[in-house]
Structures are given as C-alpha cells and as structure tokens.
C-alpha cells in the first residue's frame, strides 16, 4: 500500500509540474507579442511611415536626386500670376542690348531662364528654337536668359556667343549680368518659363512640356496650352507647373 500511495504522489506532481510549465509558456508567448506589437507601433516599416523620411523635411533636391522643382513660389518670392513683371535691359550675345520694350507688336513674351550647360536646358533648346519659329510671328517671340554665375567659364557670356552660334539661336540669348533678373521673377531651375501677355503680366509659370528627355513622347504643352488660352481670351489652365532642370548657380562672393 506504501508503494501505492508514493507512486501516487509522484504522478500527481509530475502533473502538476506540467501544468506549471504550460501556463508559464503560455504567459511568456504573450508577453514576447506584446513586445513585438509594441515594436511594431514604435517602429513601423518604411512604406507606413506617416511623417518625413528619415534625414527630415529637406527643402531642395537631394544630391543628385530629383530635378523637379522643389520650393512654392511663395517660399521661391517671384513673380506671382497676373503680377507685372518689371522691365529689362540686357546683354544679348550679339552685343546688342535688349529688352521687352523694344519688341514692336507683341502679344506677349515667352521669357525663359536656361544655360549652356544643364543637360535639361539642352534637351529643350531644339523645342524652343520651334517654339520661336512658330510663335514670334504670332506675337509672341523666346527670350532666353542666361541666369548662371559666370565663375563658371562655360556659363560666362563668350560661352553662351559659342552656344548660341552652334545651335543657331534665333531668338535673344541674354547674360543676366550681377544675376538680378532671375530672382525677381522667381526663377529656380533651368529652363523655367514665364509666360508675360502685352501688358506685361505674368499668365503661365513653369515647366515647357511633360517630358523633358523626350519631345516625341510629349503629352501636354504646357506652354503651348497657356498660349492657346491667351489668344482664346481665357485664363491659361494650369498657371503654374513645377520646372524641371538643374538649379540656378548663384555668385559664391
């Protein structure tokens, strides 16, 4: 009977034991989700991140990274639509001094910011040879503006006389000299357009088309739909495009 009853005890605490053991994992399974949801809440992954990416809400393009046009033109400063815009009077590189007062029977003026050298201000200068060709008899010639430091030996303005001999410009290619132009009317990349009516007033700012690399793979004329709507007595829609292209170099001094 003694071995009885001993034997008893020893199966009743083995159960006992067992159960022990289950209820513990069972608690510690718990707690180790618990742990991870919280990680989870603490830490999502990347693609439900709510706020900025890491490294904060940076305001420019990121080294090497997009050329869209990053700021408002409230943060920019320029020129905003229906704004006149204030007269010039430039370099052009045929020595010539030129500016919007000496264009007789305009309808307007299709002001661009660009340069010799930005790939993006290249791939446009075939498009705004035709954009002249095909608009200044209409009223409406291109006026380009160099706005870069001329630190740079191949912005400076017998650069731009080679240029402009090469492409064979025919339209204005002038040198904002002490670059004062271009952050009157807000420009921040090259090419930036401002379209001007007669009176002078801003009506269209931004981006030529919506394909920079490509003029066959073009869907929207921007600039061509602002001018439509102007000779159609309407309001250009939209007003304004982000600009696509390298950023305007300014004088280091």
Same mark, same amino acid.
């Not at 002249?132 to 503006?145: D, L, Q, S």
């Given at each position: 009977m003694r071995k009885? @009853?001993?034997?008893?005890? !020893?199966?009743?605490?083995?159960?006992a034991v067992l159960v022990s053991c289950k209820d513990g994992g069972k608690k510690n399974t718990e707690v180790s989700t618990e742990n991870h949801q919280g990680d989870y809440k603490?830490?999502?992954?990347?693609?439900?991140?709510?706020?900025?990416?890491?490294g904060g809400d940076r305001k420019g393009p990121p080294k090497g990274? @997009?050329?869209?046009?990053?700021?408002?033109?409230?943060?920019?400063?320029? =020129?905003?639509? &229906? %704004?006149?815009? !204030?007269?010039?009077?430039?370099? #052009?590189?045929?020595? @010539?001094?030129? @500016?919007?007062?000496? =264009?007789?029977?305009?309808?307007?003026?299709?002001? !661009?910011? !660009?340069?010799?050298?930005?790939?993006?201000?290249k791939m446009?200068?075939?498009?705004?040879?035709?954009?002249? #060709? %095909? =608009?200044?008899?209409?009223? =409406?010639?291109?006026?380009?503006?160099?706005?870069?430091?001329? %630190?740079?030996?191949? %912005? &400076?303005?017998?650069?731009?006389?080679t240029r402009a001999k090469e492409k064979g410009f025919p339209f204005a290619y002038l040198v904002d000299e002490g670059q004062k132009i271009y952050p009157q009317y807000g420009a921040v990349r090259t090419p930036h357009v401002f379209l001007l009516d007669a009176d002078r007033k801003v009506q269209y700012i931004g981006t030529i088309d919506d394909n920079a690399k490509s003029a066959e793979d073009v869907k929207v004329k921007f600039l061509e739909n602002a001018i439509s709507a102007l000779e159609n007595g309407t309001k250009p829609s939209p007003e304004i495009t982000k600009a696509i292209g390298c950023p305007i170099k300014a004088n280091r001094s």
């Open positions: 009885i @009853s001993v034997l008893i005890a !020893t199966i009743t605490m083995c159960l603490d830490h999502p992954h990347d693609g439900d991140r709510k706020g900025p990416p890491h990274g @997009s050329p869209e046009q990053a700021k408002t033109l409230e943060e920019i400063g320029g =020129y905003k639509i &229906g %704004e006149q815009a !204030t007269d010039f009077n430039l370099k #052009n590189v045929d020595g @010539s001094m030129v @500016s919007l007062a000496s =264009y007789d029977n305009v309808k307007g003026y299709i002001v !661009t910011f !660009t340069c010799n050298e930005c790939p993006f201000a446009y200068e075939d498009r705004l040879i035709a954009l002249h #060709n %095909e =608009y200044a008899p209409k009223g =409406y010639p291109v006026i380009a503006i160099n706005p870069n430091s001329p %630190e740079n030996e191949k %912005e &400076g303005y017998a650069a731009m006389q």
